[in-house]
């Protein structure tokens, strides 16, 4: 058996013997078999298939014993037509002659690629059938699931590991360079074929039973691939061949990792072999069809020989049955064959020699035979390989020893060496007649030799092919020719061909030539070739006594073998173009330092630049290279010590590899210097690999660090880092690849040399790096470059693994014994020496925290570039470092995390400088915005943060670090995150008191500027709420919990974290000494903080839950790959399948009733909808039920928030109790209230807020002064976050909220009394509240009112107070704002009416502007919403009127406007907002018209937004007009900048108008009545509706039917169809009925005069105007003298734009037009057509050929003189007066005609040479109306006239008769 590729038509595999004979048949042979090896009885073999390819076939051959005659034919004839005792009779004849001896009998083959693929039968019953009829066989492959069997397929491994010990190269196997072949193969095969996949590969029985007859003649390859041919296309040649029936069932399975009773092709055993009786199995050497770049691993030495023909045609005699004898045989005399062929099966396992199948009665035969050979692993000049050919009797005598069985026909020979190489290849060898002598056969036959006497006059007669798979003999000859010379220099045995004189050079360009070998070759026998380079560079031969400098060109030669594989084989290369092939050789292969002998005398004194040599001795014996001997390559680098070498010895003393390597890269130069820099990673890991090994042979481990190594090799390291930094410096821009990988070379290098130099020396290397790259970067433009290689340097060398102990200041242990102290012992002693903390990135900082100081650095540094990366990379080096850290299991120990912290007390220093700098969402963009919702920190940098242990955290200020840095580029929002989550983790660990310590000493600048830090942390981690999974816990039988997802809104603050407690009876107790003692108090409840609350083991609540979870989160994300793998092998071994696991799940689905099984870490999935491998697994909550939990990505965001909210409140109490003790601190106070009012705006835990309440409440309490004293932006702020938060769901916000609120107004008053203040704003908060916030809960605010005035009726200290009584009063008004809540939530859905209804109520605080004024900002905040923004700059402006009206009340101001009529030109309603007298309201009353917006700021901000909506409507005149106010404000204050604002949106405004002019389009207008009880108040009213531009009326009435169907029921509401009077009595009771009508804006002459511009025509605008057609006789249409037109006219209570969207008629007007001026409105809307289109100043030719086709084409010619004719006929027939109506309509026609004829003049000079026939058809139309009209305009009238106008009146009308009928004189002029 053996593997074909037919497309690359080559075997790809040895042959496997099997021999499935029964004992019985077996014991046939036992005189020609003397025994059966265990090794030969495998029935199983291991393929392996590198490149697998659609077109491999497994061939079987059948042979048996020789014999005369068909002996295919008794097997295909009839079972009981056979004669069973002659033929076994005959057998066993025949077994007892010639049993040694073979013939092919039977071949079959099979498409592996369809039975991995799943293909079911080979398909053969077409071709076969008639053939297999006879015999009953079925032709098909039958193919069945089983189990683990013994015939095994082996795909090639997917990782980076040696997958067997033992398996030699064809082992090797890498993920990548499968990867990439097969991407190579891709485009070798046919588009239609598809590529096979190994990884579904199953398990797989296959039944052959398709045998074809061997045909003598049809032996060869060639015969073969054409067989496979037909098999594979199932060809009509397949029924020629002759069907043997039979059977052989073959297992084919992947190979499992760990196999038992395996043997290597050499018949070595592979552990586990449990005992020496069991059947092995065995693997087989493949011969890939492509080069395999795979080094050698194990020792291989096999020689495979071909047989191929043989021709005796012209030989006499009986040569027809021949057989060719193969013998292996050594030199000299002895002519006794080796035993080193392979057995074939049920034989011995070696034998000394083997025949070739014999094919009967050919006397040319060819051959498929393979014969195996055991290479000695010494190749002597005498070994050859005989060939003796023979003729075998095949006649069966009846008398014994009268026929001999075998005839020798001839011999010929192949000599193994041939000049010093292997004699492998193709070969046509003469045959000679006798034996040849001994000494003949070191020659190749081809030679006339003398005393030989050759067949067919010494021509070549026998055909074969020899070749090897050897780990000894390279096969090239460059190679080989390097291998020798070496070997020779090493035994001192200098080729006499070459000589002494000529051997240096000779040496030197096989050294040069190596590279320039064939690649495949030098990949296999890559560690031995760099071993002997690495040997010659370390060891310098010696030759006539001299020494030979043969390491330069060693050096240069293993440069270009690195860059050669690098280039050559990027398939090998990792992501950092490091090839996997010479990693494996540094890793496993190299051994670069002596390890059995002593190293004295090693690294002696050299003259600079200049080797200095000792003497070195080898051990060799067997005349090759150590390492080429088998298993001894460790062998290379054994040394002697210095004085023991012997004389005679070839090599002068032996350097250390490091030592060499450094000295000859410091030396070369051009090329070769190039070629190492670009490789420099190989040399660097090289030389740290060997002075690793050289400490550790040497004993040096314990030593002295600046004793380790020789100052030599320390100064040529110098040079090194000298040189590579310069190369950095100076090829940076031009070749950044090259750079960024030279880079990292030598930072990693630097990594890894502080493991073993002195480090004082390694940082002065880093030093100099450092500063040189420094200096280049400060002298250029733009060193962005520089500069991120100089970071990406730092963060290699910063990764090391004790680079805290490199930091930690070692002045205080100097006198300590360290030398005995263990580095983890040393760290811990650091950590806890008593330390002076420090803010200052000084000198003295940097020098005692080195790498520290240099990072920080860097970060001042890169925070004045204006490149994101530079940011980006600096700062990701310090957030990476302190993940590090904190996931760093010896820091667990908070003082120890305290320490460290302090390393990083400057970092707090250079945020506050460049708050400038940092992302703050609340302000103005400042480059890019992050995505909505997207959190870009990194998740680990997240869970490092949010699942620490360490209680407390305190932040710190630098005091002189940064002074005087100016910095003016501006940070992303991902740097800033990165940036402040540093900031908190330091904050978060350092010692509590120290930093309260520290503080008190830093001023208030320094002390503001970290509260801005602490206010920016919160806005930029600030929870998003999102949409995702909410997972409810459900409880099943198995009293487990399984998961249901549910789609729904997330809210942090409301559902991610559960209180304990979910009813009002756990409302605080709150009482005067318990407020008081409220910050003792907030400080026990936050003693542990929320890292402690995460780390509990008790699981009590939900936030223990919590931290198991993300404690099980981080467990499944590390066991994930063990359980892909896990999976991936059961997929492949057939043990998992999509059928198994659909059958698995739906009887899980089954029994649980449709609720899905709970999910176990060791359940593996293969796909589900609601759960896969991919995503982390869930873990069942251990808590009460309808708990939620969500995905654990949210969990860390939502805890991440959480921290760092309560590191913010830990760090504003730290502050505030620095603020008690410092009374000059006291204006830090309006900060802290700040951030504090900030963390309860923003979206946050329950827990977070329980303490942030407490903190608030200590501080109003100790500092009341700052809400009732100063400005109430802080008080009405802190009233609608309570508010807020007493609507909130969750019982334990409720409560805490509502004690805070409580508390405010308790202290406020106590102050004088009163709480007006408060009220005032808990009544603009609340109303502020219900107007805009969407997810305000009325129930649970109502709660927490009830709540409060718990709190006042218990309150005993007040109970003879007025304050329990203002307490109800207020809450009864807050009571009656929440009314208003019901109906609003009810017409949510309908705009118009909630913006009614939010109307009304500002409407009914006409008596209080600041409740007004919040009203009239939430409608505001609808129609912004809406994108109604005409509408919402209507509102601003109302706004801006009432606070000027307040304004003027309290201060009159000379710029300010005087009241409402100074916003008159912008809007006709804002005199609504009129001031109601003194006596009502009086601003000095407390509480009233204090807020923000009633001051010159306030009305700043109003009018600027009402501009901004304005502008966004498209209303730009009314921007002119708003800033026309605005000017003044800003010109009194002298504020020029927001001046040069104000012109520049001028500008724009003013360019908008020219550019949109005829682009603008405003609102569509619509009258709606509504009709019927089901309206309610609506019944009987009339509204006009504002839409948007371009509305139809279809689609508002759709909205609206849709809208009031939903609420009403859709057969209760009808529209009613037509606009006339609708008589109520007339409709149905029970429905609800609307009338829709478009109409359009009205104005009177006189307006129409003032009103020039479009805008002008749609703004201000109160009267609107629609028409209704209609008949005396009651139709609405009729003929043109009876058509009628009702006009109404609607006036409405206020103009539009207005604060609503539609507004009431309070007016309407009708006015009735006779049928002729019916007529002269149409003719009239005709002439206004024609002169818009002739009146553009581009004419249009499209628009003015519709609107002339539309006057006189030929479609409607007849409209105007039918109207002329109706109208005018009897008065020119004289038989009525002409009233006006009538001269009117003459004059109408008059200038119609004109205006026609202008625009067919206009048109004709517009069109081209295509258009000049519809021209002239336009002008004939003109024409005819012009005759026609000329008689009935004309003004003369008299008898004669008569006549003629009578007959042409009489023409007329019997013409258009029948068009007279119903149709308007609209429809005749369209």
Request: hydrophobic residues 35%.
């Amino acid at each position: 058996m053996a593997l074909y590729d037919l497309r690359e038509r080559k075997r790809i595999s040895e042959n496997f013997y099997f021999d499935m004979s029964t004992e019985a048949c077996k014991k046939m042979l036992h005189n020609y078999v003397p025994r059966q090896d265990v090794s030969t009885l495998s029935r199983s073999c291991i393929f392996n298939i590198t490149y697998p390819s659609p077109d491999i076939f497994i061939v079987v051959r059948l042979e048996k014993v020789l014999q005369s005659g068909d002996v295919a034919e008794v097997y295909m004839k009839d079972e009981k037509s056979i004669n069973k005792e002659k033929v076994a009779g005959l057998a066993k004849q025949y077994c007892e002659k010639l049993g040694a001896y073979r013939m092919p009998f039977a071949i079959t083959a099979m498409q592996l690629m369809n039975v991995v693929n799943g293909a079911s039968t080979l398909d053969r019953d077409s071709t076969l059938g008639s053939d297999n009829s006879s015999t009953g066989s079925s032709g098909s492959l039958d193919k069945r699931l089983s189990g683990l069997n013994e015939s095994l397929f082996k795909k090639v491994g997917r990782d980076d590991s040696l997958t067997r010990s033992m398996s030699g190269v064809g082992d090797l196997r890498s993920l990548k360079s499968n990867q990439s072949n097969s991407d190579k193969r891709s485009s070798w095969y046919e588009k239609e074929e598809t590529m096979p996949n190994l990884d579904t590969f199953r398990n797989v029985t296959i039944a052959v039973s398709s045998f074809f007859k061997q045909e003598t003649d049809k032996l060869d390859d060639d015969d073969l691939y054409k067989f496979l041919a037909d098999v594979k296309r199932s060809s009509s040649s397949l029924k020629k061949l002759k069907p043997i029936p039979g059977m052989l069932r073959l297992d084919l399975m992947p190979c499992p990792e760990s196999l038992q009773y395996c043997l290597s092709p050499e018949l070595y055993k592979i552990q586990p072999y449990p005992n020496e009786k069991g059947r092995p199995n065995k693997e087989i050497v493949e011969f890939p069809q492509r080069e395999l770049y795979v080094p050698f691993t194990t020792y291989r030495n096999l020689l495979y020989i071909y047989p191929r023909n043989v021709n005796f045609t012209n030989r006499p005699g009986s040569a027809r049955n021949i057989a060719v004898k193969v013998e292996f045989l050594g030199g000299g005399e002895e002519k006794v064959p080796l035993p080193v062929i392979f057995g074939k099966s049920s034989c011995p396992e070696f034998s000394s020699h083997v025949y070739t199948a014999v094919a009967y009665h050919n006397r040319n035969p060819d051959f498929y035979d393979e014969i195996k050979i055991k290479l000695p692993s010494r190749l002597q000049s005498g070994n050859h390989i005989l060939f003796t050919f023979y003729h075998i009797s095949c006649q069966l005598q009846k008398k014994e020893g009268t026929q001999q069985t075998e005839t020798v026909l001839g011999y010929s020979w192949l000599p193994m060496i041939q000049h010093s190489r292997l004699h492998l290849g193709n070969f046509c060898l003469p045959i000679a007649a006798d034996r040849p002598s001994p000494h003949y056969t070191m020659m190749v036959p081809d030679v006339s030799l003398p005393g030989i006497k050759w067949l067919d006059n010494h021509k070549g007669l026998f055909t074969v092919d020899v070749c090897a798979v050897s780990s000894i003999h390279t096969q090239d000859e460059k190679l080989d020719k390097f291998l020798t010379l070496c070997l020779s220099v090493e035994e001192r045995k200098i080729p006499a061909h070459i000589g002494e004189a000529k051997m240096e050079r000779e040496l030197k360009d096989s050294i040069t030539n190596v590279a320039n070998a064939a690649l495949e070759p030098l990949v296999r026998f890559l560690p031995l070739i760099l071993d002997e380079m690495l040997k010659l560079i370390t060891r310098p031969p010696m030759i006539l006594n001299q020494t030979v400098n043969i390491a330069p060109t060693a050096f240069e030669a293993m440069a270009t073998i690195v860059c050669t594989l690098t280039k050559q084989l990027p398939d090998k290369n990792d992501i950092h173009g490091r090839s996997s092939l010479l990693t494996q050789y540094i890793h496993y292969c190299a051994s670069l330092t002596p390890s059995n002998h002593s190293l004295a005398g090693f690294g002696t004194p050299r003259p600079q630049s200049v080797p200095d040599f000792a003497t070195y001795s080898p051990v060799s014996t067997n005349g090759r290279p150590v390492s080429m001997r088998p298993n001894d390559s460790t062998k290379s680098f054994l040394v002697t010590p210095t004085g023991s070498t012997p004389v005679d010895t070839p090599y002068v003393h032996a350097k250390l590899v490091h030592e060499e390597v450094a000295l000859q890269w410091v030396v070369s130069n051009g090329p070769t210097r190039e070629k190492a820099m670009s490789q420099a990673w190989f040399f660097f890991e090289l030389m740290v690999k060997s002075m690793a090994e050289y400490l550790s042979a040497a004993n040096l481990i314990n030593a002295s660090r600046k004793s380790r190594f020789p100052s030599q090799f320390t100064d040529d390291c110098t040079a090194l880092v000298v040189m590579i930094t310069k190369e950095v410096i100076e090829k940076y821009g031009s070749e950044p690849l090259y750079i960024r990988q030279l880079n990292s070379s030598l930072a990693f290098f630097i990594f890894d040399i502080l493991s073993l130099m002195d480090r004082g020396y390694v940082f002065n290397l880093t030093k100099y790096y450092c500063k040189m790259l420094s200096s280049k970067v400060n002298s250029l433009a733009d060193g962005t470059q520089l500069m991120i290689l100089k970071l990406n340097f730092i963060r290699i060398v910063s990764s090391h693994e004790h680079y805290l102990t490199l930091n930690l200041p070692f002045t205080n242990l100097i006198a300590s014994p360290m030398n005995n102290m263990s580095l983890s012992s040393l760290t811990t002693s650091l950590l806890h020496q008593p330390y002076t903390l420090t803010t200052e990135l000084s000198d003295d900082f940097r020098q005692q925290h080195f790498l520290v100081g240099i990072i920080l650095c860097d970060l001042v540094t890169s925070l004045q570039s204006s490149t994101a990366a530079v940011h980006q990379k600096a700062i990701g080096v310090v957030s990476n470092l302190l993940y590090c850290h904190d996931l760093d299991p010896r820091f667990n120990d908070h003082i120890m995390r305290s320490k460290i912290a302090q390393l990083y007390l400057p970092l707090i220093n250079i945020t506050c400088e460049v708050l400038d700098q940092l992302w703050n969402p609340t302000t103005s963009s400042r480059g890019p915005s992050a995505p909505g919702g997207a959190e870009l920190i990194d998740m680990s940098v997240a869970r490092a943060i949010s699942t620490s242990n360490v209680p407390g955290a305190r932040p710190a200020s630098v005091e002189q670090a940064l002074k005087g840095q100016m910095f003016k580029n501006s940070l992303n929002y991902e740097c800033t995150r990165s940036l402040l989550v540093s900031c908190i983790w330091v904050l978060k660990n350092i010692d509590r008191e120290s930093l309260q310590q520290l503080w008190k000493n830093i001023g208030s600048v320094k002390l503001g500027k970290v509260l801005d830090v602490l206010y920016l942390c919160l806005v930029n981690f600030e929870y998003k709420a999102k949409w995702i999974p909410k997972v409810t816990v459900r409880e099943t039988p198995s009293n487990k919990r399984s998961w249901a997802i549910i789609g729904r809104k997330f809210s942090f603050n409301e559902d991610l974290v559960k209180p304990t407690h979910s009813d009002d009876s756990a409302v605080p107790k709150v009482n005067k000494s318990a407020t008081l003692g409220a910050s003792s108090g907030s400080k026990l409840l936050r003693s542990s903080s929320f890292s402690n609350m995460l780390s509990k083991d008790d699981g009590s609540g939900a936030m223990g839950t919590l931290s198991k979870k993300l404690k099980y989160v981080s467990q499944q994300t590390i066991k994930k790959s063990t359980d892909m793998k896990s999976k991936l092998e059961d997929v492949i071994l057939g043990g998992s399948s999509a059928r198994t696991e659909f059958l698995s799940r739906r009887k899980q689905s089954v029994s649980s009733s449709a609720v899905p099984p709970s999910p176990q870490p060791d359940t593996k999935l293969r796909w589900r909808k609601d759960q896969t491998q991919f995503r982390q697994e869930r873990e069942s909550l251990q808590g009460e039920k309808g708990k939620s939990y969500v995905e654990p990505d949210f969990l860390v965001l939502g805890n991440l928030a959480s921290e760092v909210s309560m590191v913010t409140l830990d760090m504003l109490e730290i502050i505030i109790s620095i603020i008690l003790s410092h009374d000059s601190l006291q204006n830090l106070l309006t900060g802290v209230l700040k951030v504090l009012l900030h963390c309860l705006a923003i979206n946050q835990s329950s827990y977070v807020l329980q303490h942030a309440f407490a903190t608030q409440r200590a501080l109003v309490t100790k500092y009341p002064e700052l809400l009732f004293e100063e400005s109430t932006e802080a008080c009405a702020d802190l009233c609608l976050h309570l508010l807020r938060h007493c609507s909130s769901s969750l019982a334990s916000t409720r409560s805490h909220a509502a004690a805070s609120l409580y508390m405010l107004m308790r202290q406020n008053f106590e102050i004088g009394n009163n709480f007006a203040r408060v009220k005032m704003q808990v009544t603009m908060s609340l109303s502020h509240l219900v107007g805009q916030t969407q997810f305000f809960n009325e129930e649970f605010l109502r709660s927490s009112l009830r709540t409060i005035l718990t709190y006042a009726e218990k309150d005993l200290d007040l109970q003879d107070s007025t304050f329990p009584d203002q307490v109800k009063e207020l809450v009864c008004n807050l009571h009656m704002i929440l009314s208003d809540t019901v109906k609003m939530k009810e017409f949510q859905e309908d705009p118009e009416m909630l913006l009614d209804l939010m109307y009304r109520i500002a409407k009914g605080y006409q008596n209080s502007p600041d409740l007004r004024l919040t009203w009239l900002q939430n409608m505001a905040s609808k129609h912004i919403e809406n994108e109604n923004h005409a509408e919402a700059a209507e509102c601003y402006i109302h706004c801006a009127g009432l606070v000027v009206e307040y304004m003027n009340m309290i201060e009159e101001k000379h710029y300010l406007p005087v009241g409402c009529v100074g916003f008159q030109r912008v809007s006709q309603n804002v005199l609504e907002e009129s001031a109601v007298s003194d006596d009502v309201v009086s601003p000095d009353e407390e509480g009233i018209c204090t807020g923000r917006a009633f001051t010159d700021s306030g009305l700043i901000t109003l009018l600027e937004k009402a501009a901004q909506s304005f502008s966004t409507a498209g209303m730009y005149e009314m921007v002119n007009e708003v800033y026309k106010v605005l000017i003044p404000i800003h010109e009194a204050s002298h504020d020029y900048e927001r001046l040069s604002l104000v012109h520049r949106d001028l500008h724009e405004a003013f360019t908008n108008i020219i550019s949109n002019e005829g682009k603008r389009m405003f609102g569509t207008y619509f009258r709606v009545g509504f009709y019927g009880a089901k309206f309610g108040d609506l019944d009987g009213q009339e509204f006009v509706y504002k839409e948007p531009s371009i509305t139809k009326l279809s689609e508002i009435a759709h909205r609206l039917e849709n809208f009031y169907g939903d609420r009403f029921g859709r057969e209760n509401v009808s529209i009613i169809k037509d606009s006339n009077q609708v008589s109520q009595e007339k409709l149905e009771p029970g429905k609800a009925y609307m009338q829709l009508t478009y109409v359009e804006p009205y104005f009177d002459a006189y307006e129409v005069k003032n009103r020039h511009t479009y805008f002008e025509k749609n703004y201000n605008i109160r009267r609107f105007v629609y028409s209704t057609p209609f008949t005396l006789e009651g139709k609405a249409h009729g003929e043109l003298a009876e058509q009628h037109k009702r006009k109404t006219v609607l006036t409405t209570a206020q103009a539009f734009p207005y604060i609503k969207t539609r507004i009431t008629v309070i007016d309407k007007e009708q006015k009735i037009l006779v049928p002729i001026e019916v007529a002269i409105e149409d003719v009239q809307k005709k002439l206004r057509e024609l002169s818009s289109a002739l009146a553009m100043d581009k004419p249009d030719p499209k628009i003015l050929q519709m609107v002339l086709q539309g006057c006189i084409g030929t479609t409607v010619n007849q409209g105007p003189v039918e109207v002329a004719t109706v109208f005018l006929n009897d008065v020119v027939e004289g038989r009525i007066t002409p009233t006006r109506h009538h001269n009117k309509l003459r004059l109408c026609f008059k200038n119609f005609l004109k205006k026609c004829e202008t625009a067919l003049h206009k048109n004709k000079q517009l069109i081209g040479e295509d258009q000049r026939e519809y021209q002239k058809e336009l002008e004939r139309n003109y024409a005819n109306v012009r005759e026609r009209l000329t008689a009935m305009i004309s003004s003369q009238h008299g008898p004669g006239a008569g006549g003629s106008s009578s007959a042409l009146s009489k023409k007329t009308k019997s013409k258009s008769k029948d068009q007279r009928k119903s149709v308007s004189p609209m429809k005749m002029f369209n």
